[in-house]
């Protein structure tokens, strides 16, 4: 099994431009979520998925588009990139509710903008 | 608002035990959590522990919970150099899940 998959693993944008994050799970997850890793600020929530054709917003989820078509994939889109978006972002899935199962997450995606 | 903190250094030398501390305001968590995030990686769940619990061990890792004083701790034994990593503890909160910080503990030879 791959687990969950992120594409890309690094990615740099210019001011406004815009770009989607992929993520993958084939591991017939329900929960899905994106996060986004800052220096001194752990983990925060961006958007998240209880199922196919289900989102939710985060703690931080202004300037990102999600949805769920599918089981195994999320998608997270960035409309119009700013600086302040420059971050680590995780996806990470779960076979229900994360805090009665846990979280797998992948690898991450490396996004500076410029 | 829920919050969940750690300090965010640890430093121990090989061979001796590491303990990582957590506190959390969110007292309806039904189990928390510690994950394990090496460089350049996601993270990995390590271990967890049902919140009607004091205490769980899993070979070199003992977690303890404190719920009367909301403190959760993490204990590494026979620290080895592997174990450098950066150690987060979550628990349940109002967008599902809440992470602490982190905790980078370096381990030196």
């Known amino acids: 099994n791959a687990g969950v998959t992120q594409t890309p693993k690094f990615q740099v944008l210019k001011t406004g431009q815009s770009m989607t994050l992929q993520c993958a799970q084939d591991?017939?997850?329900?929960?899905m979520s994106w996060y986004r890793q800052d220096p001194g600020m752990g983990l925060r929530l961006i958007h998240y998925s209880v199922g196919a054709g289900i989102t939710d917003q985060g703690e931080v989820p202004n300037g990102y588009n999600v949805s769920r078509s599918t089981t195994e994939d999320f998608p997270l889109r960035l409309l119009s990139a700013a600086p302040s978006q420059t971050s680590v972002y995780f996806c990470?899935?779960?076979?229900?509710?994360?805090?009665?199962?846990?979280?797998?997450f992948g690898s991450g995606t490396r996004l500076t903008v410029v | 608002g829920e919050d969940v903190e750690q300090s965010l250094f640890l430093s121990v030398r090989e061979g001796d035990s590491s303990v990582i501390n957590c506190t959390y305001t969110d007292s309806s968590s039904t189990y928390l959590y510690w994950y394990k995030q090496e460089p350049g990686a996601g993270l990995q769940l390590l271990t967890y522990i049902f919140s009607n619990m004091d205490m769980k061990q899993d070979q070199r890792l003992t977690v303890l919970l404190n719920k009367k004083d909301k403190h959760l701790s993490l204990r590494i034994a026979d620290t080895q150099t592997g174990d450098s990593a950066i150690y987060f503890c979550a628990s349940e909160g109002t967008y599902k899940y809440i992470f602490g910080t982190g905790t980078r503990l370096k381990v030196l030879a």
């Open positions: 990470a899935s779960s076979y229900s509710d994360p805090a009665d199962y846990g979280y797998t």
């Open positions: 591991m017939n997850h329900e929960y």
